[in-house]
């Protein structure tokens, strides 16, 4: 069975592209959320690790849906592996037309090594570049900070929607109640250190 995964990082990013690939690829079953990749223990992906058995193929469009950084890459695959399925990724060369069985796993996790390698040295770079930006930017004066993306003031409707709702349930959580930080990510699609920036704020103004 063809069992595919698709995965944006918050509420207002859109899954149909990845959706669409995937129906294209003829997965018959797609577990999709949107939810951060820094975290593997993902509600849709423990539901896809459940589901998979021996032989299943786990198609995916690019080997960062899956996750961010080669540990839990590492960890994502050895599991699939674990459970007796393989991995697909879309975006990378394919071995379909390999014969034995051995030579086409030895080549595909060759790809999939190097790829990973390449994500986290790209990662690496681009933080580097931006430490350097801002280190330059703090030298000249200019340097303000990044804007936070959920406020009162957020541009976007959505977004200042969300914010809304965090503070509400952080509003009644304080009067008694308790949603644990997690839960309001899964709830909102919201990174964790996002409601925690929120939360420290409206402890700060009251």
Do not use: C, H, W
């Not at 069985?101 to 990662?123: G, H, S």
């Not at 509400?168 to 699609?189: D, P, Q």
């Amino acid at each position: 069975m063809r069992v595919g995964y698709a995965r944006v990082s918050s509420t207002d990013q859109n899954l149909a592209r990845q959706i669409e690939a995937l129906k294209q690829a003829n997965v018959t079953k797609i577990f999709q959320e949107k939810a951060s990749g820094k975290d593997i223990k993902r509600q849709q992906l423990i539901k896809l690790f459940d589901y998979i058995k021996k032989e299943d193929e786990v198609v995916v469009l690019s080997l960062d849906r899956l996750g961010r950084n080669s540990r839990d890459l590492t960890e994502i695959i050895e599991i699939i592996r674990r459970k007796g399925a393989f991995l697909n990724i879309l975006d990378l060369p394919s071995f379909d037309g390999i014969q034995d069985p051995t030579l086409k796993a030895l080549l595909t996790n060759l790809v999939l090594e190097i790829q990973k390698y390449i994500a986290e040295t790209e990662r690496k770079s681009i933080r580097e570049r931006q430490r350097q930006g801002i280190q330059a930017a703090k030298k000249r004066g200019v340097y303000r900070g990044r804007s936070p993306e959920y406020t009162s003031e957020s541009k976007n409707p959505r977004k200042k929607a969300i914010y809304k709702k965090i503070v509400s349930i952080l509003t009644t959580n304080s009067e008694g109640k308790s949603v644990t930080i997690t839960e309001i990510a899964k709830n909102t699609g919201v990174s964790r250190s996002t409601i925690y920036k929120i939360k420290n704020n409206l402890n700060n103004e009251s």
